[in-house]
């Protein structure tokens, strides 16, 4: 990322690095939902998958609409929240069960608190800026994000914490 100038370098840097982060993510989720025992995160961590997918195509849209080469910079942030979620959900955890549906779900939710921050920041940039559009796209994919986590909270609290209780 080169050194930002004005609101609307702050506001490209953000999406490149939303489209990593977001690329990251949806890495290790491919990854990790093979371990995963409850049919409904199973299913949710697929839908995830699809809405990161979504998501990135807006921020190539994007990118591309503010006259920026279409590239993604490396977002270090989410690496390292692939790399606590990677030891929490292999090294540190069963192989299976409902343990660890609860720690894949912790983690899950870590990886999008952190998304939710950089599309709620975007939209805002994209709203000093005058794009009202992006903002509308942005704020969009923001509560997709919220939806999903919102999901993740109920699931685990009704279903999945109350398996690994019992373990």
């Not at 779900?105 to 940039?125: E, K, L, V």
Request: with cysteine; charged share 30%.
């Amino acid at each position: 990322m080169s050194t930002p100038e004005d609101l609307k370098d702050l506001y490209t840097d953000e999406l490149k690095d939303l489209w990593s982060a977001n690329d990251q993510m949806q890495r290790f989720l491919k990854k990790i939902a093979s371990k995963v025992s409850d049919k409904d995160l199973k299913g949710m961590l697929e839908q995830s998958q699809e809405g990161i997918s979504k998501h990135t195509d807006v921020l190539k849209e994007l990118i591309g609409a503010a006259g920026e080469k279409v590239a993604k910079e490396h977002c270090k942030g989410m690496e390292g929240l692939v790399a606590e979620a990677t030891k929490h959900t292999t090294e540190e955890a069963p192989e299976k069960g409902p343990v660890l549906d609860a720690v894949i779900i912790a983690q899950y939710q870590r990886m999008t608190h952190y998304g939710i921050a950089g599309f709620g920041t975007a939209a805002a940039y994209a709203k000093g800026l005058g794009l009202d559009d992006d903002q509308k796209k942005l704020s969009a994919a923001t509560k997709d994000m919220y939806g999903g986590d919102q999901y993740m909270s109920k699931l685990a609290a009704t279903t999945v914490n109350m398996e690994a209780k019992a373990e």
